[in-house]
């Protein structure tokens, strides 16, 4: 099975698994447009994909191989045994996307883009994949820069992009878990409690939880935040009214480039 064969698969899985997790115990009902609206979400998502494919010659997975083939990349030169160096891999990733994360809340230019996905209104699995396209090209690019600084064995990224799509769908998912399991998951992994903290209205709020799947990154650099009450209805979007939530697919492209100061500042500024 191919890299992109078994990523897809893996995906299929677990969106479904989630879907099936939010009709059982829902976090909060959806509405009559959630349909629709997840619906824009995946083809936004497959738009990103798309995109990475054309635009680049190599994906994070074969930069992997490409480096370890030539030696290329810090790991290599410390010839340590690969399950070491899958390990430190693994973590030097999830640390890369965590500190992007935060760039995207405080760079101009990186939350014009990513308040596309932060206009969500209502929380699910499908709002994982919610992101501009050129959000995910940035994404990727960062991604094969870190793995071929590091030479970051190729079943490490592998299995890192299979991790980091879980915990992208996971945590942005209409779950409503018990008090004991959102305690005892936070202790180590971002929960979907966690990640909803994240996408309240207030400035403040987006300032904290920035991990999709380890909640290491965030309790070490003082950005983390407890998860809300379970009874909480915690409000969800760029806006307490929930304005942008149902954008179509056409403006949630054309967002990042509209004059409208909610989407031109960075999230440190909204609000203060």
């Not at 490409?66 to 891999?89: K, M």
């Not at 209205?201 to 809300?228: C, H, I, K």
């Amino acid at each position: 099975m191919t890299e992109p064969v078994l990523r897809l698969v893996a995906f299929a899985v677990i969106l479904a698994s989630l879907v099936l997790l939010e009709r059982w115990r829902p976090w909060r009902a959806p509405s009559p447009g959630a349909l629709r609206n997840a619906g824009r979400n995946l083809l936004l998502g497959a738009t990103g994909a798309a995109l990475v494919r054309l635009a680049i010659p190599l994906v994070a997975w074969q930069a992997a191989q490409w480096a370890a083939v030539r030696e290329v990349g810090l790991l290599h030169l410390l010839d340590w045994p690969t399950p070491v160096a899958a390990v430190i891999g693994f973590l030097a990733l999830d640390a890369a996307v965590w500190a992007q994360h935060v760039a995207s809340h405080r760079v101009r230019i990186l939350w014009s883009l990513h308040a596309v996905h932060h206009s969500e209104g209502e929380l699910s699995a499908t709002t994982g994949v919610r992101f501009h396209p050129v959000e995910i090209l940035f994404s990727m690019i960062w991604k094969v820069f870190v793995v071929l600084v590091l030479g970051i064995p190729a079943v490490a990224v592998l299995i890192f992009e299979v991790v980091l799509n879980a915990g992208s769908l996971s945590t942005h998912a209409n779950i409503r878990l018990a008090p004991a399991i959102e305690r005892y998951l936070g202790v180590a992994l971002i929960t979907p409690g966690m990640h909803r903290e994240h996408h309240r209205p207030e400035a403040p709020a987006r300032l904290r939880n920035y991990g999709f799947s380890l909640v290491l990154w965030d309790r070490l650099f003082g950005t983390f935040a407890p998860a809300a009450a379970p009874h909480e209805d915690v409000p969800c979007g760029l806006t307490p009214d929930r304005a942008h939530a149902r954008a179509g697919i056409l403006r949630l492209l054309a967002l990042p480039f509209v004059t409208s100061a909610i989407y031109s500042r960075p999230t440190a500024l909204i609000d203060r």
